[in-house]
């Protein structure tokens, strides 16, 4: 059953090859083979995880792990991402997780049921951020990002980010997006955060440069975060 509906997938999304994406997508996802990128532009992506969402053989897709393309990565989190009932829609992310491989897969992947249910979150966001997979750990700021800055928003989330210390940097980078994004939404509650230098040197200098370049953050709030800077080149 797998395999009829993974090569129709397959044979689909070759039809939809476009070389020129395919390179590019080559150029700004690096860490996967090139070889493993068909080049299918995401809208056509988010069309078929829609009809597979509606196929009786949807779930051997989702089992038959790892996938080989990263179109197929992409589809997975794009059916993830469109599932209705809470619990399966876990469940599944919870198996798919491990395999993410890179940050587009990564940060596309966010399940709109998750708006209905922010009472069961927190503690699967903690479960993540506390992974040792790079690409867990990116996903649990990811929500923690998306779903408590504003009204459900509590100090004692970025204080959870802050206790994050990792050698990757596609983590690092999510925690430096995490504080600016939190700078821009709650500023007088993050900022102890940057002046305390609550997190590493490299990623302290690049959450308050992703702050200055945020078109939310006031000019006059941008020249005292510029004054908090680590001096030094920390690239």
């Given at each position: 059953m797998a395999k009829g509906i993974v090569d129709k997938i397959r044979k689909e999304l070759n039809g939809l090859k476009d070389e020129k994406y395919?390179?590019?997508?080559?150029?700004?996802?690096?860490?996967?083979?090139p070889d493993s990128i068909i080049g299918v532009r995401?809208?056509?992506?988010?069309?078929?995880?829609?009809?597979?969402?509606?196929?009786?053989?949807?779930?051997?897709?989702?089992?038959?792990l790892p996938h080989k393309y990263f179109e197929e990565n992409q589809l997975h989190a794009f059916v993830i991402s469109e599932m209705k009932d809470y619990d399966r829609c876990v469940t599944l992310l919870n198996a798919f997780l491990p395999y993410v491989n890179n940050w587009a897969t990564c940060d596309q992947m966010s399940p709109k049921v998750f708006k209905k249910h922010h009472d069961k979150l927190p503690e699967l966001i903690r479960s993540w951020m506390g992974s040792k997979e790079a690409y867990t750990i990116r996903f649990g700021i990811g929500m923690l990002m998306e779903h408590f800055l504003d009204e459900e928003y509590d100090p004692k989330y970025p204080e959870a980010v802050a206790g994050i210390r990792s050698e990757e940097y596609y983590v690092n980078m999510m925690i430096a997006w995490?504080?600016?994004?939190?700078?821009?939404?709650?500023?007088?509650?993050?900022?102890?955060?940057?002046?305390?230098?609550?997190?590493?040197?490299w990623t302290h200098n690049k959450a308050i440069q992703k702050s200055i370049e945020s078109y939310r953050i006031s000019d006059e709030r941008k020249a005292y975060l510029k004054t908090l800077k680590y001096k030094g080149n920390t690239d």
């Amino acid at each position: 059953m797998a395999k009829g509906i993974v090569d129709k997938i397959r044979k689909e999304l070759n039809g939809l090859k476009d070389e020129k994406y395919r390179l590019m997508q080559c150029k700004i996802i690096p860490g996967i083979e090139p070889d493993s990128i068909i080049g299918v532009r995401t809208p056509e992506l988010r069309k078929m995880a829609k009809q597979i969402l509606k196929h009786d053989d949807a779930d051997a897709f989702l089992s038959d792990l790892p996938h080989k393309y990263f179109e197929e990565n992409q589809l997975h989190a794009f059916v993830i991402s469109e599932m209705k009932d809470y619990d399966r829609c876990v469940t599944l992310l919870n198996a798919f997780l491990p395999y993410v491989n890179n940050w587009a897969t990564c940060d596309q992947m966010s399940p709109k049921v998750f708006k209905k249910h922010h009472d069961k979150l927190p503690e699967l966001i903690r479960s993540w951020m506390g992974s040792k997979e790079a690409y867990t750990i990116r996903f649990g700021i990811g929500m923690l990002m998306e779903h408590f800055l504003d009204e459900e928003y509590d100090p004692k989330y970025p204080e959870a980010v802050a206790g994050i210390r990792s050698e990757e940097y596609y983590v690092n980078m999510m925690i430096a997006w995490y504080y600016a994004t939190a700078l821009a939404k709650q500023y007088e509650s993050v900022l102890p955060f940057i002046e305390g230098r609550r997190l590493d040197t490299w990623t302290h200098n690049k959450a308050i440069q992703k702050s200055i370049e945020s078109y939310r953050i006031s000019d006059e709030r941008k020249a005292y975060l510029k004054t908090l800077k680590y001096k030094g080149n920390t690239d």
